[in-house]
RNA sequence: UGGCCUAUGGUGUAAUUGGCAACACAGCUGGUUUUGGUCCAGUCGUUCUAGGUUCGAGUCCUAGUAGGCCAACCA
Protein backbone atom coordinates (compact mmCIF):
# COMPACT_ATOMS: atom_id res chain seq x y z
CA UNK A 1 0.00 0.00 0.00
CA UNK A 2 1.22 3.71 -0.78
CA UNK A 3 2.04 5.72 2.37
CA UNK A 4 -0.01 8.42 0.67
CA UNK A 5 -3.56 6.36 0.68
CA UNK A 6 -2.66 4.77 3.83
CA UNK A 7 -5.43 5.72 6.91
CA UNK A 8 -3.85 7.47 9.67
CA UNK A 9 -3.23 6.44 12.87
CA UNK A 10 -3.84 8.54 15.82
CA UNK A 11 -0.40 9.54 16.47
CA UNK A 12 0.32 10.44 12.70
CA UNK A 13 -2.78 12.62 13.63
CA UNK A 14 -0.64 14.32 16.45
CA UNK A 15 1.80 14.81 14.42
CA UNK A 16 -0.05 16.58 11.65
CA UNK A 17 -1.94 18.56 13.36
CA UNK A 18 1.35 20.02 15.46
CA UNK A 19 2.46 20.21 11.67
CA UNK A 20 -0.36 22.45 10.83
CA UNK A 21 -0.12 24.58 13.45
CA UNK A 22 2.81 25.46 12.45
CA UNK A 23 5.73 23.01 13.93
CA UNK A 24 8.38 23.32 11.23
CA UNK A 25 8.14 19.91 9.37
CA UNK A 26 12.23 19.52 9.13
CA UNK A 27 12.36 19.58 13.09
CA UNK A 28 10.56 16.59 13.41
CA UNK A 29 12.68 13.89 14.72
CA UNK A 30 12.35 10.67 16.26
CA UNK A 31 13.96 7.68 18.46
CA UNK A 32 13.90 4.20 19.40
CA UNK A 33 15.02 3.91 22.85
CA UNK A 34 15.72 0.36 23.82
CA UNK A 35 17.32 -0.47 26.85
CA UNK A 36 20.40 -3.12 26.35
CA UNK A 37 19.19 -5.67 28.88
CA UNK A 38 17.51 -8.42 26.72
CA UNK A 39 16.69 -9.49 22.97
CA UNK A 40 14.15 -7.50 21.13
CA UNK A 41 10.79 -9.48 20.19
CA UNK A 42 8.06 -8.97 17.79
CA UNK A 43 6.19 -6.26 19.89
CA UNK A 44 9.56 -4.21 19.83
CA UNK A 45 9.09 -4.87 15.69
CA UNK A 46 6.07 -2.60 16.07
CA UNK A 47 7.80 0.18 17.73
CA UNK A 48 10.73 -0.03 15.56
CA UNK A 49 8.25 -0.09 12.45
CA UNK A 50 6.14 3.15 13.93
CA UNK A 51 9.35 5.51 14.57
CA UNK A 52 11.26 4.31 11.54
CA UNK A 53 7.97 4.44 9.41
CA UNK A 54 7.16 7.71 10.86
CA UNK A 55 11.08 9.01 9.80
CA UNK A 56 11.07 7.37 6.38
CA UNK A 57 6.92 9.12 5.97
CA UNK A 58 8.59 12.39 6.87
CA UNK A 59 11.72 11.84 5.69
CA UNK A 60 13.20 12.91 9.60
CA UNK A 61 15.69 11.36 11.02
CA UNK A 62 15.57 8.78 13.96
CA UNK A 63 17.95 8.31 16.67
CA UNK A 64 18.78 4.57 18.09
CA UNK A 65 19.09 5.11 21.62
CA UNK A 66 20.41 2.67 24.46
CA UNK A 67 18.50 3.90 27.66
CA UNK A 68 21.74 2.53 29.45
CA UNK A 69 21.18 3.99 32.80
CA UNK A 70 21.16 1.20 34.73
CA UNK A 71 24.57 -0.54 35.00
CA UNK A 72 23.36 -3.99 36.72
CA UNK A 73 21.11 -5.63 34.03
CA UNK A 74 22.60 -3.94 30.69
CA UNK A 75 25.26 -5.10 28.98
CA UNK A 76 27.14 -4.77 25.72
CA UNK A 77 26.02 -8.20 24.46
CA UNK A 78 22.67 -6.90 23.89
CA UNK A 79 23.82 -3.81 22.42
CA UNK A 80 25.13 -5.40 19.20
CA UNK A 81 22.40 -8.05 19.04
CA UNK A 82 19.87 -5.07 18.94
CA UNK A 83 21.58 -3.35 16.53
CA UNK A 84 21.68 -6.19 14.26
CA UNK A 85 18.25 -6.80 14.63
CA UNK A 86 17.14 -3.44 13.63
CA UNK A 87 19.72 -2.92 10.71
CA UNK A 88 18.37 -6.83 9.43
CA UNK A 89 14.65 -5.31 9.87
CA UNK A 90 15.96 -2.64 7.57
CA UNK A 91 15.79 0.30 9.04
CA UNK A 92 18.74 2.76 9.24
CA UNK A 93 19.05 5.00 12.40
CA UNK A 94 20.50 8.72 12.08
CA UNK A 95 23.03 8.71 15.30
CA UNK A 96 23.71 5.85 17.58
CA UNK A 97 23.27 7.51 20.93
CA UNK A 98 23.37 6.27 24.87
CA UNK A 99 21.71 7.87 27.71
CA UNK A 100 25.19 7.52 29.60
CA UNK A 101 26.45 9.83 27.12
CA UNK A 102 24.67 12.59 28.95
CA UNK A 103 25.38 11.80 32.50
CA UNK A 104 27.17 15.10 33.03
CA UNK A 105 24.45 17.29 31.13
CA UNK A 106 22.21 15.06 33.62
CA UNK A 107 24.46 16.04 36.45
CA UNK A 108 24.97 19.61 35.57
CA UNK A 109 21.43 20.09 35.47
CA UNK A 110 20.90 17.89 38.74
CA UNK A 111 22.81 20.67 40.83
CA UNK A 112 20.88 23.34 39.36
CA UNK A 113 17.71 21.79 40.25
CA UNK A 114 18.86 21.37 43.98
CA UNK A 115 20.62 25.13 43.80
CA UNK A 116 17.01 26.16 42.39
CA UNK A 117 15.42 23.85 45.76
CA UNK A 118 13.71 21.52 43.38
CA UNK A 119 16.02 18.44 44.48
CA UNK A 120 17.35 17.20 48.06
CA UNK A 121 18.83 14.51 49.05
CA UNK A 122 17.09 11.57 51.20
CA UNK A 123 19.30 9.72 53.57
CA UNK A 124 16.88 7.22 54.59
CA UNK A 125 16.25 3.39 53.60
CA UNK A 126 14.16 2.72 50.73
CA UNK A 127 11.31 0.56 53.25
CA UNK A 128 11.16 3.69 54.80
CA UNK A 129 10.68 5.66 51.86
CA UNK A 130 8.14 3.07 50.80
CA UNK A 131 6.19 3.79 54.20
CA UNK A 132 6.05 7.38 53.48
CA UNK A 133 4.78 7.34 49.76
CA UNK A 134 1.50 6.65 50.69
CA UNK A 135 -0.94 4.73 48.52
CA UNK A 136 -3.11 5.52 45.51
CA UNK A 137 -5.76 6.54 47.58
CA UNK A 138 -4.20 7.97 50.28
CA UNK A 139 -1.45 10.86 50.11
CA UNK A 140 2.32 10.32 51.07
CA UNK A 141 4.24 12.24 54.34
CA UNK A 142 6.91 14.04 53.76
CA UNK A 143 10.51 12.94 54.59
CA UNK A 144 12.30 14.04 57.07
CA UNK A 145 15.08 15.18 54.90
CA UNK A 146 12.84 17.36 52.70
CA UNK A 147 14.03 20.76 54.03
CA UNK A 148 17.73 19.94 54.44
CA UNK A 149 19.55 23.24 52.83
CA UNK A 150 20.97 23.96 49.32
CA UNK A 151 24.57 23.84 50.88
CA UNK A 152 23.89 20.39 52.97
CA UNK A 153 22.10 19.17 50.03
CA UNK A 154 25.01 20.08 47.47
CA UNK A 155 27.78 18.95 49.69
CA UNK A 156 25.95 15.17 50.02
CA UNK A 157 25.48 14.96 46.62
CA UNK A 158 28.84 16.06 45.80
CA UNK A 159 29.98 13.03 48.14
CA UNK A 160 27.69 10.82 46.52
CA UNK A 161 28.89 11.87 42.92
CA UNK A 162 32.57 11.25 44.73
CA UNK A 163 31.57 7.56 45.83
CA UNK A 164 31.94 7.98 49.55
CA UNK A 165 28.45 6.75 50.31
CA UNK A 166 27.81 2.85 50.13
CA UNK A 167 24.71 1.79 47.56
CA UNK A 168 21.32 2.49 49.62
CA UNK A 169 22.57 5.45 51.62
CA UNK A 170 20.93 8.08 49.81
CA UNK A 171 19.01 9.11 46.97
CA UNK A 172 18.44 12.33 45.24
CA UNK A 173 14.79 13.32 45.00
CA UNK A 174 12.81 15.77 43.42
CA UNK A 175 10.91 17.76 45.69
CA UNK A 176 7.54 18.01 44.07
CA UNK A 177 4.19 16.78 45.89
CA UNK A 178 3.79 14.40 48.20
CA UNK A 179 0.14 14.49 47.58
CA UNK A 180 0.00 14.39 44.33
CA UNK A 181 -2.87 11.67 43.02
CA UNK A 182 -0.14 10.78 40.91
CA UNK A 183 1.85 8.64 43.06
CA UNK A 184 4.85 8.97 40.50
CA UNK A 185 5.18 13.06 41.29
CA UNK A 186 5.12 11.99 44.85
CA UNK A 187 9.29 13.45 44.82
CA UNK A 188 10.51 10.71 42.87
CA UNK A 189 14.17 9.47 43.11
CA UNK A 190 16.72 11.29 40.44
CA UNK A 191 20.02 9.20 41.43
CA UNK A 192 20.76 6.45 43.50
CA UNK A 193 23.94 5.22 44.12
CA UNK A 194 25.37 1.69 42.44
CA UNK A 195 29.37 0.91 42.42
CA UNK A 196 28.57 -1.12 39.45
CA UNK A 197 30.97 -1.08 36.35
CA UNK A 198 28.94 0.70 33.45
CA UNK A 199 29.38 -1.20 29.87
CA UNK A 200 30.47 2.15 28.24
CA UNK A 201 31.05 4.64 31.24
CA UNK A 202 33.10 1.91 33.26
CA UNK A 203 33.59 3.09 36.74
CA UNK A 204 33.65 6.38 36.26
CA UNK A 205 30.02 7.29 37.84
CA UNK A 206 29.36 6.00 41.03
CA UNK A 207 25.68 7.25 40.79
CA UNK A 208 23.18 6.62 38.33
CA UNK A 209 20.45 8.72 37.17
CA UNK A 210 16.47 7.02 36.96
CA UNK A 211 14.35 6.64 33.61
CA UNK A 212 12.23 9.33 34.57
CA UNK A 213 15.26 11.89 35.09
CA UNK A 214 16.45 10.63 32.30
CA UNK A 215 14.49 10.05 29.38
CA UNK A 216 12.76 13.34 28.86
CA UNK A 217 15.90 14.94 29.15
CA UNK A 218 17.59 12.87 26.67
CA UNK A 219 15.19 13.56 24.23
CA UNK A 220 15.56 17.10 24.90
CA UNK A 221 19.33 16.84 24.24
CA UNK A 222 18.75 14.78 20.73
CA UNK A 223 16.10 17.39 20.15
CA UNK A 224 13.24 14.11 19.65
CA UNK A 225 10.18 16.29 18.46
CA UNK A 226 7.64 13.12 19.91
CA UNK A 227 8.43 10.50 21.89
CA UNK A 228 6.05 7.95 21.39
CA UNK A 229 6.14 5.28 24.41
CA UNK A 230 3.49 2.05 24.95
CA UNK A 231 0.55 3.18 27.76
CA UNK A 232 2.24 2.15 31.02
CA UNK A 233 3.82 5.34 30.67
CA UNK A 234 1.18 7.32 30.30
CA UNK A 235 1.00 8.57 34.13
CA UNK A 236 5.51 9.16 33.66
CA UNK A 237 3.85 12.09 31.27
CA UNK A 238 3.55 14.48 34.08
CA UNK A 239 6.84 13.75 35.19
CA UNK A 240 8.13 14.04 31.73
CA UNK A 241 6.95 17.63 31.59
CA UNK A 242 7.73 18.89 35.45
CA UNK A 243 11.47 17.74 34.65
CA UNK A 244 11.26 19.43 31.17
CA UNK A 245 10.18 22.45 32.78
CA UNK A 246 12.99 22.51 34.98
CA UNK A 247 15.61 22.74 32.05
CA UNK A 248 13.37 24.54 28.62
CA UNK A 249 14.85 26.64 26.64
CA UNK A 250 11.72 27.95 24.28
CA UNK A 251 13.82 28.57 21.70
CA UNK A 252 14.47 25.11 21.42
CA UNK A 253 12.22 21.90 20.29
CA UNK A 254 10.12 20.99 23.39
CA UNK A 255 9.91 16.61 23.18
CA UNK A 256 5.91 15.40 23.23
CA UNK A 257 5.48 12.15 25.17
CA UNK A 258 2.15 10.47 23.89
CA UNK A 259 1.52 6.95 24.50
CA UNK A 260 0.22 3.57 22.52
CA UNK A 261 -1.15 -0.07 23.19
CA UNK A 262 1.47 -2.27 22.68
CA UNK A 263 0.71 -5.15 21.10
CA UNK A 264 0.07 -8.89 22.06
CA UNK A 265 0.48 -11.55 20.00
CA UNK A 266 -1.56 -14.38 20.46
CA UNK A 267 0.00 -18.12 21.44
CA UNK A 268 3.31 -16.46 22.85
CA UNK A 269 4.83 -14.34 25.45
CA UNK A 270 6.77 -11.62 25.44
CA UNK A 271 8.04 -10.80 28.49
CA UNK A 272 11.72 -11.12 29.35
CA UNK A 273 11.13 -12.75 32.37
CA UNK A 274 9.10 -15.11 30.80
CA UNK A 275 11.32 -15.21 27.51
CA UNK A 276 13.80 -15.93 30.14
CA UNK A 277 12.95 -19.02 32.00
CA UNK A 278 12.09 -20.85 28.25
CA UNK A 279 15.30 -20.33 27.90
CA UNK A 280 17.21 -21.28 31.49
CA UNK A 281 14.39 -24.01 31.61
CA UNK A 282 15.47 -25.12 28.83
CA UNK A 283 12.03 -25.29 27.19
CA UNK A 284 13.98 -23.85 24.20
CA UNK A 285 17.43 -24.05 22.64
CA UNK A 286 18.13 -20.35 23.56
CA UNK A 287 16.89 -16.50 22.56
CA UNK A 288 17.03 -17.29 18.83
CA UNK A 289 15.45 -20.75 18.65
CA UNK A 290 12.94 -20.79 15.99
CA UNK A 291 9.78 -20.75 18.41
CA UNK A 292 10.89 -17.96 20.01
CA UNK A 293 8.75 -14.91 19.16
CA UNK A 294 12.26 -12.93 19.31
CA UNK A 295 13.36 -11.21 16.27
CA UNK A 296 16.53 -13.39 16.23
CA UNK A 297 14.25 -16.36 16.61
CA UNK A 298 12.03 -15.74 13.62
CA UNK A 299 14.76 -14.66 11.35
CA UNK A 300 16.13 -18.22 12.20
CA UNK A 301 12.73 -19.42 11.75
CA UNK A 302 12.20 -18.49 8.04
CA UNK A 303 10.44 -14.79 8.44
CA UNK A 304 11.85 -12.11 6.05
CA UNK A 305 12.15 -8.67 7.29
CA UNK A 306 9.57 -7.38 4.64
CA UNK A 307 6.44 -9.75 6.56
CA UNK A 308 7.22 -8.45 9.52
CA UNK A 309 7.32 -5.14 8.50
CA UNK A 310 4.34 -5.74 6.47
CA UNK A 311 2.51 -7.15 9.63
CA UNK A 312 3.51 -4.30 11.97
CA UNK A 313 1.76 -1.62 9.25
CA UNK A 314 -1.27 -3.86 9.10
CA UNK A 315 -1.94 -4.31 12.87
CA UNK A 316 -1.59 -0.44 13.21
CA UNK A 317 -1.36 1.74 16.25
CA UNK A 318 -3.68 2.10 18.67
CA UNK A 319 -4.60 2.46 22.78
CA UNK A 320 -7.10 -0.03 23.68
CA UNK A 321 -5.44 -3.11 24.88
CA UNK A 322 -5.39 -5.88 22.28
CA UNK A 323 -4.71 -9.86 21.43
CA UNK A 324 -3.31 -10.11 17.81
CA UNK A 325 -3.86 -13.61 16.16
CA UNK A 326 -0.68 -14.93 15.31
CA UNK A 327 -2.50 -16.31 12.02
CA UNK A 328 -2.08 -12.43 10.84
CA UNK A 329 1.67 -13.02 10.93
CA UNK A 330 1.37 -16.63 9.11
CA UNK A 331 -0.40 -14.87 6.42
CA UNK A 332 2.60 -12.60 5.88
CA UNK A 333 4.89 -14.90 5.87
CA UNK A 334 3.22 -16.44 3.56
CA UNK A 335 2.33 -13.88 1.35
CA UNK A 336 6.11 -12.90 0.77
CA UNK A 337 7.21 -16.31 0.75
CA UNK A 338 4.48 -17.44 -1.68
CA UNK A 339 6.81 -14.48 -4.44
CA UNK A 340 10.10 -15.06 -3.27
CA UNK A 341 11.03 -18.49 -2.50
CA UNK A 342 11.55 -21.31 -5.60
CA UNK A 343 9.67 -24.44 -5.44
CA UNK A 344 11.52 -27.75 -4.25
CA UNK A 345 10.04 -31.19 -3.65
CA UNK A 346 10.81 -32.90 -0.46
CA UNK A 347 9.06 -36.14 0.95
CA UNK A 348 8.80 -35.85 4.66
CA UNK A 349 6.94 -38.92 5.93
CA UNK A 350 7.57 -41.49 2.72
CA UNK A 351 6.10 -44.69 1.44
CA UNK A 352 8.20 -46.07 -0.96
CA UNK A 353 6.37 -46.45 -4.92
CA UNK A 354 8.04 -48.89 -7.88
CA UNK A 355 6.56 -48.19 -10.78
CA UNK A 356 6.12 -51.92 -12.52
CA UNK A 357 6.46 -51.10 -16.27
CA UNK A 358 9.53 -48.07 -15.55
CA UNK A 359 12.59 -49.95 -16.69
CA UNK A 360 15.39 -50.80 -14.75
CA UNK A 361 18.07 -48.81 -13.98
CA UNK A 362 16.67 -46.06 -16.10
CA UNK A 363 16.52 -42.57 -15.36
CA UNK A 364 15.52 -39.04 -16.56
CA UNK A 365 15.58 -35.43 -16.06
CA UNK A 366 12.50 -33.73 -16.15
CA UNK A 367 12.20 -29.96 -16.75
CA UNK A 368 10.19 -28.18 -13.61
CA UNK A 369 8.94 -24.69 -12.72
CA UNK A 370 11.36 -22.95 -10.01
CA UNK A 371 8.14 -20.72 -8.94
CA UNK A 372 4.92 -20.25 -11.07
CA UNK A 373 4.79 -16.71 -9.20
CA UNK A 374 7.47 -15.79 -11.17
CA UNK A 375 8.25 -16.53 -14.59
CA UNK A 376 11.73 -14.99 -14.76
CA UNK A 377 13.00 -17.99 -11.84
CA UNK A 378 13.36 -20.28 -14.97
CA UNK A 379 13.39 -24.19 -15.22
CA UNK A 380 15.47 -26.26 -12.97
CA UNK A 381 15.78 -30.46 -14.15
CA UNK A 382 14.45 -33.08 -11.38
CA UNK A 383 15.23 -37.06 -11.92
CA UNK A 384 12.52 -39.55 -12.35
CA UNK A 385 13.22 -42.93 -11.57
CA UNK A 386 11.61 -46.62 -11.04
CA UNK A 387 11.22 -46.18 -6.96
CA UNK A 388 9.93 -43.15 -5.91
CA UNK A 389 8.83 -41.66 -2.54
CA UNK A 390 5.44 -39.95 -1.85
CA UNK A 391 4.10 -38.82 1.01
CA UNK A 392 2.31 -41.56 3.02
CA UNK A 393 -1.04 -39.69 3.71
CA UNK A 394 -1.00 -39.10 -0.07
CA UNK A 395 -2.11 -42.98 -0.43
CA UNK A 396 -4.89 -44.87 0.94
CA UNK A 397 -6.08 -48.18 -0.08
CA UNK A 398 -10.18 -46.97 -0.45
CA UNK A 399 -11.29 -43.85 -0.02
CA UNK A 400 -14.21 -41.79 -1.27
CA UNK A 401 -14.63 -39.15 -4.17
CA UNK A 402 -13.40 -36.52 -1.94
CA UNK A 403 -10.08 -37.76 -1.52
CA UNK A 404 -7.92 -36.72 -4.87
CA UNK A 405 -4.97 -38.28 -4.16
CA UNK A 406 -4.03 -41.82 -4.95
CA UNK A 407 -6.13 -44.64 -4.23
CA UNK A 408 -5.90 -48.81 -5.40
CA UNK A 409 -7.60 -48.84 -8.81
CA UNK A 410 -6.83 -44.78 -8.96
CA UNK A 411 -4.84 -42.50 -11.08
CA UNK A 412 -2.85 -39.23 -9.69
CA UNK A 413 -0.46 -36.69 -11.58
CA UNK A 414 3.07 -36.82 -10.42
CA UNK A 415 3.83 -33.12 -10.85
CA UNK A 416 5.97 -32.46 -13.30
CA UNK A 417 6.47 -36.52 -14.38
CA UNK A 418 3.85 -38.48 -15.42
CA UNK A 419 0.62 -39.86 -14.39
CA UNK A 420 0.28 -43.22 -12.56
CA UNK A 421 -2.05 -45.78 -11.30
CA UNK A 422 -2.10 -47.86 -7.89
CA UNK A 423 -2.12 -51.62 -8.41
CA UNK A 424 -1.37 -53.05 -5.31
CA UNK A 425 0.55 -52.53 -2.07
CA UNK A 426 2.14 -54.60 0.25
CA UNK A 427 2.31 -54.37 3.87
CA UNK A 428 4.47 -55.61 7.17
CA UNK A 429 3.04 -57.57 9.85
CA UNK A 430 1.59 -54.88 11.68
CA UNK A 431 -0.91 -53.70 8.51
CA UNK A 432 1.32 -50.86 7.80
CA UNK A 433 2.00 -50.12 3.97
CA UNK A 434 5.37 -50.82 2.91
CA UNK A 435 5.05 -50.50 -0.41
CA UNK A 436 2.97 -48.86 -3.36
CA UNK A 437 3.28 -50.81 -6.63
CA UNK A 438 2.37 -48.84 -9.77
CA UNK A 439 1.98 -48.28 -13.49
CA UNK A 440 2.96 -45.35 -15.46
CA UNK A 441 1.57 -44.07 -18.58
CA UNK A 442 4.47 -43.28 -20.70
CA UNK A 443 2.89 -40.88 -22.80
CA UNK A 444 1.71 -38.72 -19.92
CA UNK A 445 4.75 -37.00 -19.68
CA UNK A 446 4.52 -33.14 -17.93
CA UNK A 447 4.66 -30.26 -20.92
CA UNK A 448 5.11 -33.09 -23.99
CA UNK A 449 1.91 -31.67 -25.57
CA UNK A 450 0.44 -35.34 -26.11
CA UNK A 451 -3.15 -35.99 -25.71
CA UNK A 452 -2.71 -37.99 -22.64
CA UNK A 453 -0.27 -35.65 -21.24
CA UNK A 454 -3.04 -32.73 -21.34
CA UNK A 455 -4.96 -35.53 -19.55
CA UNK A 456 -6.91 -33.93 -16.55
CA UNK A 457 -6.60 -35.91 -13.26
CA UNK A 458 -7.93 -34.71 -9.82
CA UNK A 459 -4.67 -34.46 -7.77
CA UNK A 460 -1.16 -33.92 -8.27
CA UNK A 461 1.39 -35.18 -5.81
CA UNK A 462 4.77 -34.53 -5.23
CA UNK A 463 7.78 -37.27 -5.09
CA UNK A 464 11.32 -37.41 -4.98
CA UNK A 465 13.49 -40.29 -7.06
CA UNK A 466 14.73 -42.59 -3.94
CA UNK A 467 18.39 -43.35 -6.03
CA UNK A 468 18.86 -39.43 -6.05
CA UNK A 469 17.22 -38.60 -2.62
CA UNK A 470 18.95 -36.10 -0.03
CA UNK A 471 18.40 -37.33 3.45
CA UNK A 472 18.01 -34.24 5.60
CA UNK A 473 17.15 -33.14 9.05
CA UNK A 474 13.88 -31.63 8.84
CA UNK A 475 12.81 -29.37 12.30
CA UNK A 476 8.94 -29.08 12.10
CA UNK A 477 8.17 -26.26 14.24
CA UNK A 478 4.78 -25.43 15.74
CA UNK A 479 3.09 -22.69 18.11
CA UNK A 480 4.88 -22.90 21.61
CA UNK A 481 1.86 -22.42 23.81
CA UNK A 482 -1.47 -24.01 23.15
CA UNK A 483 -3.41 -21.54 24.90
CA UNK A 484 -4.07 -18.16 23.00
CA UNK A 485 -3.15 -15.94 25.68
CA UNK A 486 -1.10 -17.80 27.80
CA UNK A 487 0.03 -15.63 30.66
CA UNK A 488 -3.57 -14.05 31.22
CA UNK A 489 -4.84 -16.44 32.88
CA UNK A 490 -5.18 -15.55 36.72
CA UNK A 491 -4.80 -19.43 38.20
CA UNK A 492 -2.94 -20.75 35.92
CA UNK A 493 1.26 -20.25 35.27
CA UNK A 494 1.86 -19.98 31.62
CA UNK A 495 3.78 -22.78 31.26
CA UNK A 496 1.30 -24.73 31.79
CA UNK A 497 0.01 -24.05 28.50
CA UNK A 498 3.28 -25.29 26.47
CA UNK A 499 2.74 -27.22 23.96
CA UNK A 500 4.43 -30.83 24.42
CA UNK A 501 4.80 -31.34 20.47
CA UNK A 502 6.41 -27.91 19.60
CA UNK A 503 9.14 -29.09 17.69
CA UNK A 504 9.61 -32.42 16.11
CA UNK A 505 13.00 -33.61 14.11
CA UNK A 506 12.35 -35.75 11.14
CA UNK A 507 13.98 -37.24 8.53
CA UNK A 508 13.24 -35.83 4.37
CA UNK A 509 14.21 -36.89 1.39
CA UNK A 510 14.78 -33.91 -0.85
CA UNK A 511 15.23 -33.56 -4.30
CA UNK A 512 19.03 -33.29 -5.36
CA UNK A 513 19.08 -29.73 -6.64
CA UNK A 514 18.93 -28.85 -2.54
CA UNK A 515 22.53 -29.92 -2.75
CA UNK A 516 23.94 -26.59 -2.02
CA UNK A 517 21.48 -25.06 -0.34
CA UNK A 518 23.05 -22.56 1.92
CA UNK A 519 22.23 -21.11 5.49
CA UNK A 520 19.27 -18.66 5.59
CA UNK A 521 17.85 -20.05 2.00
CA UNK A 522 14.11 -19.85 1.67
CA UNK A 523 12.00 -22.63 -0.45
CA UNK A 524 8.48 -24.09 -0.73
CA UNK A 525 8.34 -27.62 0.15
CA UNK A 526 5.65 -28.25 -2.47
CA UNK A 527 1.93 -29.06 -0.91
CA UNK A 528 3.83 -28.81 2.14
CA UNK A 529 4.85 -25.53 3.53
CA UNK A 530 7.95 -23.24 3.59
CA UNK A 531 11.21 -23.96 4.72
CA UNK A 532 14.56 -22.67 5.66
CA UNK A 533 18.26 -23.86 5.65
CA UNK A 534 18.85 -23.88 9.71
CA UNK A 535 22.52 -22.47 10.42
CA UNK A 536 23.01 -26.08 12.35
CA UNK A 537 23.56 -27.25 8.38
CA UNK A 538 26.82 -28.74 7.31
CA UNK A 539 27.81 -29.74 3.72
CA UNK A 540 27.26 -33.42 5.26
CA UNK A 541 24.11 -32.15 6.54
CA UNK A 542 21.32 -30.24 5.78
CA UNK A 543 19.12 -28.97 8.40
CA UNK A 544 15.43 -27.48 7.60
CA UNK A 545 13.50 -25.76 9.73
CA UNK A 546 9.85 -25.17 8.78
CA UNK A 547 8.32 -22.00 8.68
CA UNK A 548 5.06 -22.16 7.95
CA UNK A 549 3.05 -24.79 6.36
CA UNK A 550 0.56 -23.70 3.43
CA UNK A 551 -2.87 -23.05 3.89
CA UNK A 552 -4.39 -26.33 3.99
CA UNK A 553 -7.94 -26.72 3.34
CA UNK A 554 -7.61 -30.61 3.04
CA UNK A 555 -6.78 -30.56 6.65
CA UNK A 556 -10.31 -29.25 7.27
CA UNK A 557 -12.03 -31.11 5.12
CA UNK A 558 -10.75 -33.81 7.33
CA UNK A 559 -11.58 -32.05 10.20
CA UNK A 560 -15.12 -31.58 10.00
CA UNK A 561 -15.69 -35.59 9.39
C1' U B 1 -11.90 4.33 48.73
C1' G B 2 -8.32 7.90 44.56
C1' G B 3 -6.21 9.03 39.75
C1' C B 4 -5.25 8.03 34.47
C1' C B 5 -6.57 5.38 29.93
C1' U B 6 -9.82 2.46 26.73
C1' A B 7 -14.59 0.45 24.50
C1' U B 8 -16.50 -0.31 16.36
C1' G B 9 -17.76 -7.96 13.11
C1' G B 10 -14.43 -13.93 15.64
C1' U B 11 -9.36 -10.73 15.39
C1' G B 12 -6.69 -6.08 14.34
C1' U B 13 -7.31 -1.23 12.52
C1' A B 14 -10.23 2.88 9.61
C1' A B 15 -14.23 6.33 8.99
C1' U B 16 -12.85 13.11 4.76
C1' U B 17 -13.47 15.34 12.27
C1' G B 18 -21.34 15.61 12.93
C1' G B 19 -23.20 13.11 6.77
C1' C B 20 -24.19 5.88 2.96
C1' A B 21 -19.71 2.06 9.00
C1' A B 22 -14.43 0.78 5.29
C1' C B 23 -9.78 -2.33 4.79
C1' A B 24 -7.00 -6.71 6.11
C1' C B 25 -6.94 -11.44 8.58
C1' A B 26 -9.82 -15.71 10.20
C1' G B 27 -14.41 -18.52 9.00
C1' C B 28 -18.02 -20.14 5.44
C1' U B 29 -19.92 -20.81 -0.28
C1' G B 30 -18.55 -21.21 -5.14
C1' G B 31 -15.00 -20.68 -9.60
C1' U B 32 -9.85 -21.29 -11.77
C1' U B 33 -5.46 -24.33 -11.15
C1' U B 34 -0.19 -30.09 -13.06
C1' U B 35 0.76 -27.38 -5.36
C1' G B 36 -6.41 -29.31 -1.70
C1' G B 37 -1.01 -23.57 -2.63
C1' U B 38 -1.73 -18.97 -5.46
C1' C B 39 -5.60 -16.21 -7.84
C1' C B 40 -11.01 -14.60 -8.50
C1' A B 41 -16.16 -13.88 -6.77
C1' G B 42 -19.72 -14.02 -2.85
C1' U B 43 -20.98 -14.13 2.47
C1' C B 44 -20.55 -12.77 7.80
C1' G B 45 -22.20 -5.82 12.33
C1' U B 46 -28.08 -3.54 17.23
C1' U B 47 -20.37 0.83 16.67
C1' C B 48 -20.64 -1.55 25.47
C1' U B 49 -25.65 0.20 27.91
C1' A B 50 -29.33 4.09 28.96
C1' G B 51 -30.68 8.92 28.30
C1' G B 52 -29.76 13.77 25.79
C1' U B 53 -28.23 17.69 21.83
C1' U B 54 -29.12 17.67 16.36
C1' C B 55 -32.55 17.58 10.11
C1' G B 56 -28.67 13.91 11.03
C1' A B 57 -24.33 10.80 16.28
C1' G B 58 -19.45 5.44 15.94
C1' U B 59 -18.01 10.68 16.49
C1' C B 60 -20.62 15.81 20.90
C1' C B 61 -23.00 15.94 26.31
C1' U B 62 -24.68 13.23 30.96
C1' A B 63 -24.97 8.85 33.82
C1' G B 64 -23.81 3.82 34.07
C1' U B 65 -21.16 -0.87 32.85
C1' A B 66 -16.80 -3.57 31.55
C1' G B 67 -11.52 -3.94 30.88
C1' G B 68 -6.39 -2.10 31.50
C1' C B 69 -2.63 0.78 34.16
C1' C B 70 -0.61 3.34 38.82
C1' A B 71 2.57 2.46 45.57
C1' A B 72 11.01 -0.92 42.15
C1' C B 73 17.15 2.97 44.76
C1' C B 74 13.74 -1.23 36.99
C1' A B 75 12.91 0.69 32.15
Given at each position: ???????????????????????????????????????????????????????????????????????????????????????????????????????QQLYDWAVILIKKGKAYVDSQSSEEMAAQKGTPTEPGMHSPYRERSVEENMALFEAMKRGEFEEGTHVLRAKIDMGSSNMLMRDPIMYRILHKAHHRTSTDWCIYPMYDWTHGESDYIEQVSHSFCTLEFAMHRELYDWFLDQVYDDKKVRPKQREFARRNLSHTVVSKRKLLKLVEGGVVNGWDDPRMPTISGLRRRGYTPESIRNFANTIGIAKRDNLIDVSLLEFHVREHLNKIAPRVMGVLDSVKIVISNYPEGEEEWLEAENNPEDPAAGTRLVPFSREIYIERNDFREEANRKFFRLKLGGEVRLKNAYIIKAESCSK??????????????????????????????????????????????????????????????????????????????????????????????????????????????????????????????????????
Open positions: MSEASKSLNFLEHIIEDDLKKGFPKDQLRFRFPPEPNGYLHIGHASSICLNFGLGLRYDSPVNLRFDDTNPVKEEQEFVDAIKRDVRWLGYEWDTERYASDYFDADGNITEIQCTYDPKSKSGSGTEESLRKVKGTLHWVSIKHALEAEVRIYDRLFLDESPDTHKDKDFMEFINPDSLKVIKGYLEPSLKNAKIEDRVQFQRLGYFCVDPDSTSEKLVFNRTVTLRDTWAKIQQKS
